[in-house]
């Protein structure tokens, strides 16, 4: 029993005993008629209702805590290993600093479509509560990896969409994110690809010459025409969108290697989840080459994660305001080979039904 139960127990135990004994006085005083009888009681009356309203309010406030202590949230992250040939891998966590792999860190989900990658697995949660995932799918495909899920522990059939198509001159389908905007009601799913010549001012940058493209769709089945997304004026990788009140940010990674290497992340703003998002800010990662950022907001803090990929290490940057930024990663934790992941917020339960699984599995 909880401090709260047996508080609440005491108080309700106290107050019939007070019933009691006040209503044994007005036993031995019943000479009065009983209208008098009532008026002289009131006070009895009024301290009843007072304890009787206090009950109702604890016993209230109880069933609220409890929802919320059932509603509690969890963070998860998904990732893949080496080059992604095994596929998926999710890690959770509880403060969304120390990260523990499940399933022994063993793949949940193999990649079947395009070049048989698995790599950049990005998750989001839809308004009907089906996760939806994208992927890269290989290093010089033209589509993307696409699947679904009610729990993350089983998934649809994988699909692969050719979103480059129309463009045959198109290298690559990189780092794919998927992004469910409230206000359209569609899913914005964004990449990172070089189309030769396309952009001449950065083609001598280094690392092919990325711009980011983008498709929307409601229901997987028909998708918009592929679109220019972003173009900053640089070579442009890995961007990720988050929704901060009546604003979005996006970050991205300035994959500008000559003359000057970057390999930083950067943000931008917009009024709208599909743009135009405004200039890009400084650098709010050190001097290390990071890519692949994924962002959520814990109370009042800002937490991107990126992969330190020279470094073979994930890291992490906190800020309050999207402006000023502190590097945190001494204090983040993830699996041991993690690379590019997109870290998402889940109801505990979806987390604890994927630890019950993958016990489960491991018991057998």
């Known amino acids: 029993m909880t401090d709260k139960e047996i508080y609440l127990e005491l108080i309700l135990s106290g107050l ?12 031995t005083d019943m000479i009065s008629p009983i209208n008098k009888m009532v008026i002289q009681n009131r006070s009895i009356w009024r301290c009843v209702c007072v304890q009787i309203i206090f009950v109702l309010c604890l016993f209230l406030s109880c069933v609220s805590a409890q929802k919320e202590q059932n509603q509690e949230t969890a963070y998860l992250f998904s990732y893949f290993k ?39 697995p990005s998750i989001c949660r839809g308004p009907d509560g ?27 059939e994988q699909t692969f969409v050719p979103v480059m198509a129309e463009e045959p001159d198109a290298k690559n ?36 010459n990325h711009r980011i493209y983008f498709v929307t769709t409601s229901d997987f089945e028909q998708y918009t ?31 500008t290697k000559l003359p000057v290497a970057q390999k930083n992340i950067r943000a931008s703003f917009s009024d709208k989840a599909n743009g135009p998002y ?26 991107v994660y ?21 590097d945190i990663s001494d204090k983040v934790q993830f699996p041991e080979g993690a690379r590019h992941g997109t870290v998402f917020e889940v109801d505990k339960r979806i987390v604890d ?12």
């Open 353 to 364: 039904n994927l630890i019950e699984n993958s016990e489960t599995e491991q018991g057998n």
């Open 278 to 303: 405004g200039q890009v800010s400084k650098p709010i990662t050190g001097d290390y080459w990071a890519e692949g950022p994924s962002v959520v907001k814990i109370k009042d803090q800002w937490i």
């Open 130 to 156: 089906m996760f939806h995932m994208v992927w890269t799918t290989g290093w010089w495909d033209n589509g993307i990896g696409i699947a679904h899920s009610k729990d993350l522990a089983n998934f649809s």
């Open 225 to 255: 025409k592929t679109q220019l997304f972003y173009e900053p004026g640089f070579n442009v990788i890995d961007s990720f969108i988050a929704e901060d009140g009546d604003r979005f940010v996006m970050f991205c990674k300035d994959e």
């Open 82 to 120: 080496d080059n992604g040939e095994d596929g998926l891998h999710l890690a959770y966590s509880r403060d969304g600093l120390k990260w523990t792999a499940l399933k022994k860190d063993e793949s949940f989900l193999r990649p079947a479509v395009g070049g048989k990658l698995m790599r950049d």
């Open 306 to 326: 990126f992969d330190k990929y020279r470094l073979h290490k994930y890291g992490a940057v906190m800020s309050r305001d999207l402006e000023n930024w502190e």
């Open 16 to 27: 019939f005993r007070s019933h009691k004994n006040k209503f044994k006085i007005m036993d």
């Open 173 to 208: 389908c990189w780092a794919p994110e998927i992004f469910y905007d409230e206000q359209s009601k569609k899913y914005l799913i964004f990449w990172a690809t070089t189309i030769p010549g396309r952009f001449p001012l950065t083609e001598a940058s280094g690392d092919n």
